[in-house]
């Protein structure tokens, strides 16, 4: 499976960025999707997730209400909507994708077993 993320850059705080990411590889869209992401210095955390079917979504606390989440299976993208960006944003964000068909719970970090290079996101102040 290959992830191909795309749509980072710089913004200015309060501002908004749309990240997709890709995936091929496989026939089948049934897999949860989520994207990560990893400050310098910090651990990395699982951002956003959605389930095969689009049904289920998970948030972290710090993004809930800025940030949406969305798949189109037609075209086996994911994309991440970013709303009133913060300094605190900024990150490398990783789009990464399960193995097993049809799980449904996009919240567990451990599910996720395919990574796609990040693509930065740089809030400024």
């Known amino acids: 499976v290959q992830l191909q993320a795309y749509g980072g850059g710089l913004v200015q705080a309060g501002g908004s960025l749309r990240l997709s990411c890709a995936a091929s590889g496989r026939t089948s869209s049934a897999y949860i999707m989520g994207w990560f992401r990893q400050a310098p210095g910090k651990e990395r955390e699982l951002v956003a997730g959605?389930?095969?079917?689009?049904?289920?979504?998970y948030y972290a606390d710090s993004v809930k209400g800025r940030f949406t989440i969305s798949r189109d299976n037609a075209e086996n993208t994911v994309h991440l909507q970013m709303n009133s960006l913060r300094p605190e944003d900024t990150a490398l964000y990783f789009c990464?994708?399960?193995?097993?068909?049809?799980?449904?719970?996009?919240?567990?970090?451990?599910?996720?077993?395919?990574w796609g290079p990040g693509t930065l996101v740089t809030v400024s102040s």
């Open positions: 990464a994708t399960d193995r097993t068909e049809y799980s449904d719970n996009p919240a567990l970090d451990w599910l996720y077993d395919y």
């Open positions: 959605i389930s095969w079917s689009g049904g289920s979504t």
